[in-house]
């Protein structure tokens, strides 16, 4: 059994034989009972698996919330040295918006999009990239209070990075976005915050 099917197998059974996995154990989500390792927090393997090519997208969303992914969001950009807000409302004249993480520093604000849905068509992100970038700018003056400038982001489950109205990113690929996050506030078009 390779490791994809040992994942797999935890994933839906909770507990299997360790044979050459037992290292597996040392997750925090993972635990050893009775000779078999065992899972506690299925998002959190379903969501390891995923960023580190162990499963495809497809394989792990039955296993992934809402709220594993964004959590997973917030402990990136926290990891980073940001503050993050988990589902910030904002109200302003007319309506009620949430963002789903907004990170921040005082200068930079990083507004998140999370959207774990498994197909998306490019013209269904270039349709979220808009209404989130215009979600952004409309919110701007409340959210002036954490930074200077934002740069709107939708993070997805799958596909590929794009750069649309709003920066378009699969999970797997943020780790790698957060490494040029100043030369993206310098290139990309951000909204800049009013007072």
Same mark, same amino acid.
């Given at each position: ?10 994933? +839906? ?15 925090? =989500? ?24 162990? !499963? ?12 594993? =992914?964004?959590?997973?969001?917030? +402990?990136? =950009? ?25 990170? /921040? ?40 209070? /954490? ?12 596909? +590929? ?11 797997? /690929? ?6 040029? !996050? ?5 290139? =990309? ?7």
């Amino acid at each position: 059994m390779n490791l994809k099917d040992k994942v797999l197998l935890l994933l +839906k059974e909770g507990c299997a034989d360790p044979g050459p996995f037992r290292w597996l154990s040392a997750f925090d =989500f993972i635990y050893e009972s009775e000779g078999k390792i065992c899972v506690d927090a299925k998002e959190d393997l379903a969501l390891w698996a995923v960023l580190n090519n162990v !499963l495809r997208e497809s394989e792990a969303a039955p296993y992934l919330s809402w709220r594993a =992914f964004e959590s997973y969001v917030m +402990k990136v =950009f926290d990891s980073l040295g940001f503050e993050t807000i988990h589902s910030l409302r904002v109200r302003i004249p007319g309506r009620m918006m949430e963002f789903d993480v907004v990170a /921040y520093d005082g200068k930079k604000v990083i507004v998140v999009e999370c959207k774990r849905w498994q197909r998306s068509s490019p013209s269904a992100l270039r349709r979220i990239a808009e209404e989130h970038r215009a979600k952004v700018f409309k919110a701007s003056e409340h959210l002036s209070k /954490y930074g200077k400038v934002a740069l709107p982001l939708v993070i997805t489950l799958r596909g +590929k990075p794009m750069f649309l109205d709003s920066i378009v990113v699969p999970i797997r /690929y943020l780790k790698d976005l957060t490494e040029h !996050l100043d030369q993206l506030f310098y290139e =990309f078009e951000v909204v800049k915050l009013q007072q």
